[in-house]
């Protein structure tokens, strides 16, 4: 093959023999044809082919995205519209905020649920003792049984 050019990979311009960087794209010149096609990366599998890990505000989704990628678990971070009938969760268990969906391959499945038990652990909460005894409303002060979720009073919502 006689080529009297290169030609960047990157950006395609044409040089001279001489030249061996492209200046714009600071990679190295090839002879036409003899750069190589990037193969496209095997595609990941749809939600409904894997197993969801956890789902939860962004952030959590975020750290446990990290930490698969760190060890080396493919998956598919989406944002989780599910009813919790279908498995997923209520937002307002998270103040109303946008859930995501942490998803793997089946076989990944396990792997990815002790990595996710590991990056949660720190933040297991102990349950909050159950209310005893009558409660003030925190906007008018009527006294409320401690199961009221809302105020006779003023119909300040609690749930």
């Not at 989780?80 to 499945?109: K, Q």
């Not at 409660?135 to 809302?150: R, Y």
Request: glycine share 8%; aromatic share 6%; net charge negative.
């Amino acid at each position: 093959m006689d080529h009297d050019y290169r030609i960047c990979p990157s950006c395609e311009e044409e040089f001279t023999l001489t030249a061996t960087e492209c200046p714009d794209c600071r990679v190295g010149l090839v002879f036409p044809g003899a750069e190589e096609t990037p193969s496209a990366p095997p595609a990941f599998p749809e939600k409904d082919e894997l197993e969801c890990v956890r789902v939860g505000p962004l952030p959590w989704t975020r750290a446990l995205s990290d930490k698969l990628s760190e060890v080396g678990i493919a998956h598919r971070v989406e944002p989780d519209t599910r009813s919790e009938e279908e498995g997923g969760v209520d937002p307002r268990h998270f103040g109303g905020e946008d859930l995501y969906g942490t998803w793997v391959r089946p076989e990944e499945a396990e792997a990815a649920g002790v990595i996710d038990a590991e990056v949660f652990a720190p933040l297991e909460v102990e349950r909050a003792p159950d209310a005893v005894g009558d409660e003030a409303c925190p906007a008018c002060g009527a006294t409320l049984p401690a199961e009221a979720m809302s105020c006779s009073d003023c119909g300040l919502s609690f749930g």
